[in-house]
């Protein structure tokens, strides 16, 4: 199949990702063109208008193949398909075509790490039986025990319980995440090549980059015999090794399927590009985002980081080295869809640990009670904070509308496997993939004609599109007018810091970007003097020469050389 665009690319497009400004959209719950509650690939293209005005540049969609969402379609069946669910393939190239002709690009999905069990290789390898060509293709074991009845390992499944399932002729395969997603064997081949193929087959379909889900995972040490974990069952990556020798996470070896990726990459004009999910130290990130690589890697330092003006100094500062080491930009993210919405995250107490937060949805977000408007006055400020700092900006659906988190959703209601495989211990990212309110009335404010997949609370509607549209105090307002400023205030991809260091620790961050763009963040509780300067825009109303507490204010200072 020949390689083809729309429209003609030019020679700036190979750079295009380094600054740009991605939204992901989470298919199913985006928006349904067809009233049957779930969001589809139509509903996508009817909403690439809001997304142009909105003011991004490219548009991630969350996998869309067919699935049976045993991980809310991180169990992939058929890699270069639709899920007939979501359209077909012809809907896909209309949104594609859709998206260029509005100035968008587009984004997928990859989950090279595991397939779901539905997938035709997986259905041969359970037929072929033990030894077979086709169990080769995935990793299956003896189990161990007097009769194999023990698992191979004491590996853990990331979702909870052991990470082998039996079979019914006495083996065992391997599933870091859910029973129903068998992981693949990256030693084989073929695994390799026929991912070759699906890269080209979304690249021949005009989609401009890949977002590599568990990028860390693909590698793994499967020499005979198989090594317990021991006291390496943490999967966090500060627990990970930093010499590339765990047997399962980070392996160096990962980067040679990646260079593999890069030469398909680079057959396109312009170059493809992809950013890895890599759950690794910041130290082994950069290898993920080199050139020679996957080219960029997601920074979830910052979204991790408290909204914490000398914590967020030491995480940019750390994030643009490890992006200039390896050649790339960072990135920088605030919400997706694995994550609380950070409106409900700054709504909570500063001191709250991930723990603290995953106990706090399993009181239905009823303890602590948020402070919702203290946290949207934060939301504000870290959007202005994150837009302006140099490399990729990724928004994830509905934070351009301030929405918080669905915290309170019924036990009855979740689809999320994190729920059942901890023994509901966790109650799952379902509360961040509640469907978008476009209108204020209908029977799913706008998501669809119909009803939606994950029920919206009573008041969704007054954080709809329509509503905000036009209203300047609104989050998606403010979202616009960033993202139109940005677009002109962006020039290299340098940043430096203004005034002492010790600033920092009353809260405040001062720094400036070519052309003389200041970005000042006062994330305290006392007000701060506002640097002299033409003010662009900020995220509350300021007070004079004033910038409030929670605020960020970007300014022009006149002079061009300023930095």
């Known amino acids: 199949m020949p390689h083809h665009d729309s429209p003609a690319p030019s020679a700036h497009d190979a750079d295009w990702w380094r600054q740009a400004v991605v939204y992901q959209v989470y298919p199913r719950s985006f928006a349904d063109f067809d009233g049957d509650g779930i969001g589809d690939i139509r509903g996508v293209t009817s909403r690439l208008p809001y997304l142009a005005e909105l003011g991004v540049d490219a548009v991630w969609l969350s996998p869309f193949y067919p699935s049976q969402l045993a991980d809310g379609g991180y169990d992939v ?18 949104m594609v075509a859709t998206a260029h002709r509005l100035g968008l690009k587009i984004m997928v999905d990859i989950v090279p790490n595991h397939s779901s069990d539905q997938h035709v290789w997986f259905q041969e390898a359970l037929a072929a039986g033990p030894g077979s060509a086709a169990r080769d293709r995935y990793v299956f074991r003896d189990g161990r025990g007097s009769d194999g009845e023990l698992p191979p390992t004491d590996w853990p499944s990331s979702f909870g319980g052991p990470a082998w399932t039996r079979v019914p002729d006495g083996q065992w395969y391997l599933h870091l ?3 129903q997603q068998p992981d693949f064997n990256w030693d084989n081949p073929e695994v390799r090549e026929d991912f070759h193929t699906t890269l080209r087959f979304w690249s021949d379909r005009g989609v401009a980059g890949f977002r590599v889900d568990v990028a860390h995972g693909l590698a793994k040490d499967l020499r005979a015999p198989l090594r317990d974990l021991g006291e390496q069952r943490s999967y966090q990556p500060d627990a990970l090794p930093d010499d590339g020798s765990h047997p399962l996470w980070d ?6 399927i990646y260079r593999g990726w890069r030469q398909v990459f680079d057959s396109y004009d312009p170059p493809r590009f992809a950013v890895a999910e890599a759950w690794v130290r910041p130290s082994r990130r950069t290898a993920y985002a080199s050139a020679a690589g996957l080219g960029q890697a ?31 930009t960072s990135t920088w993210v605030l919400s997706n869809h694995d994550v609380v919405r950070h409106v409900s995250r700054y709504a909570l107490p500063a001191d709250c640990t991930k723990q603290d937060i995953e106990a706090w949805l399993l009181t239905d977000g009823r303890e602590p009670v948020p402070d919702l408007p203290a946290g949207v006055r934060r939301a504000r400020a870290a959007a202005l904070l994150m837009l302006a700092l140099p490399g990729s900006a990724y928004l994830y659906q509905g934070e351009e509308l301030g929405l918080p988190e669905v915290a309170d959703l019924d036990r009855a209601d979740l689809r999320d496997p994190m729920w059942v495989r901890s023994g509901g211990r966790v109650k799952g990212r379902d509360g961040c993939r509640v469907p978008l309110p476009w209108t204020r009335e209908g029977s799913s404010f706008g998501f669809g004609p ?18 905000q549209s036009g209203d300047k105090e609104s989050v998606l307002e403010l979202y616009r007018e960033a993202l139109r400023l940005r677009r002109t205030l ?21 720094f400036a970007r070519a052309g003389g763009w200041h970005t000042v963040s006062n994330l305290s509780e006392e007000p701060a003097p506002l640097p002299p300067g033409e003010v662009l825009l900020a995220s509350a109303p300021l007070n004079g020469d004033e910038l409030p507490p929670w605020t960020t204010a970007w300014l022009r200072t ?3 050389s300023d930095r």
């Open 490 to 510: 962006v020039a290299d991809e340098e940043l430096e810091w203004v005034g002492p260091r010790e600033r920092t620790r009353r809260g405040l961050l001062h």
């Open 77 to 94: 069946a058929d890699y270069r398909d639709v899920d007939p669910r979501l359209g077909t393939l012809d809907d896909f190239d209309e």
């Open 251 to 256: 392996r160096d070896a990962v980067h040679e």
């Open 558 to 560: 006149g002079t061009a």
């Open 177 to 179: 995440y859910a029973p």
């Open 450 to 467: 119909g009803g939606s997949w994950l029920p919206q609370p009573a008041d969704w509607g007054r954080y709809a599109a329509e509503v």
């Open 298 to 328: 997601f920074n979830f330092d910052f979204l991790g980081a408290r909204l914490d003006a000398a914590e967020l100094h030491t995480v940019i500062d750390g994030s643009l080295a490890d992006a200039r080491r390896a050649g790339a």
